[in-house]
């Protein structure tokens, strides 16, 4: 234990004394393979200079920390960055797979043991008062959950067996996983189809099966996610890109306003008071989807394939009624 550092000592011996009931400076000696002197050095910068209560309890026969809400200063995070952090594992919960959110969850029971306790009530007042409202979520299967993120981890080459919608029989595919992608309270994967040779992105929770190969692989320098992908609008693997312009009538055009688009976005305001919106994005039917529910609110000026697919879409609807 000779090689372990005096941050490691520190980090240990606040975990000890914080959980281990009462630990004595003799248990610390032997776990770091130290002298004595060298312990009694780490208690004295503990309390000088980091403003530890540490205290001996005779009956015990061990040490504790007179002020329970005491933490070290390495790990102080601010109050809206643990409100932040908490908020995040609420919104996580939404996705629907049980084993990320327990392994999120055990992590932030960590930080939130070493939280004062007004911080912690205030947590605990904030999860009892906020409630994600959305879509339900998709199940996934967690053995291949848990055998994609080890693929991922270790760039190995991966055979899937994938469920396409609308089609019962499983197709099989030999892929480089390069990406994991949230979307609308789902994942997918972003790889490298290896017989096709080309990027695709696939849905985690259609995967019904995963077998690891021994090979490897690399992502190749020139890769780069966002050139098939769009954050704002859909993750579906496309390099088209396509120059977007509608416009809005006044009372969308307020609702338009009201959120925060990309600098690259562009508002220009009419007269009358309608707005233009101009963008780029390869992502044209996740455009089509969003702009489908402003009805007549929205009128598409360009790229004549987007007007196309609302009309389409448009007709469609309108013969089921």
Do not use: C
């Amino acid at each position: 234990m000779e090689g372990k550092n005096h941050l490691e000592r520190i980090l240990y011996i606040d975990t000890e004394i914080r959980f281990g009931g009462f630990p004595s400076k003799k248990q610390f000696e032997d776990y770091f393979e130290v002298s004595a002197k060298t312990i009694e050095r780490d208690f004295q910068y503990m309390r000088d200079r980091l403003g530890a209560p540490l205290e001996y309890n005779k009956e015990r026969g061990g040490y504790y920390y007179s002020d329970t809400n005491y933490f070290l200063p390495s790990l102080v995070m601010k109050e809206e960055e643990i409100f932040a952090l908490s908020m995040a594992l609420e919104t996580l919960k939404s996705l629907g797979n049980k084993e990320l959110v327990q392994n999120l969850q055990n992590a932030f029971n960590k930080i939130f043991s070493f939280l004062p306790d007004r911080v912690k009530t205030d947590l605990q007042i904030l999860e009892n008062r906020s409630l994600y409202v959305g879509t339900p979520f998709t199940k996934i299967d967690n053995e291949v959950w848990l055998t994609l993120l080890r693929a991922i981890k270790l760039n190995r080459v991966i055979n899937m067996f994938y469920i396409t919608p609308g089609k019962p029989e499983q197709v099989e595919r030999l892929i480089h996983p390069y990406y994991l992608l949230s979307h609308n309270n789902m994942w997918y994967v972003t790889v490298n189809n290896i017989v096709r040779d080309r990027i695709e992105t696939y849905a985690v929770h259609r995967i019904k099966h995963i077998d690891i190969r021994t090979e490897t692989f690399s992502i190749p320098p020139s890769f780069k996610i966002q050139d098939y992908i769009d954050p704002l609008w859909g993750i579906y693997s496309s390099t088209q890109n396509y120059n977007v312009k509608i416009k809005f009538d006044v009372p969308t055009a307020s609702r338009i306003r009201e959120k925060k688009w990309p600098d690259e976005y562009h508002l220009a305001d009419n007269p009358d008071g309608t707005i233009i919106f101009s963008f780029k994005t390869n992502q044209i039917e996740s455009v089509m989807y969003w702009l489908l529910p402003w009805g007549n609110g929205a009128k598409v000026l360009s790229p004549p394939i987007l007007i196309d697919l609302i009309k389409e879409t448009a007709e469609k609807i309108a013969k089921q009624y």
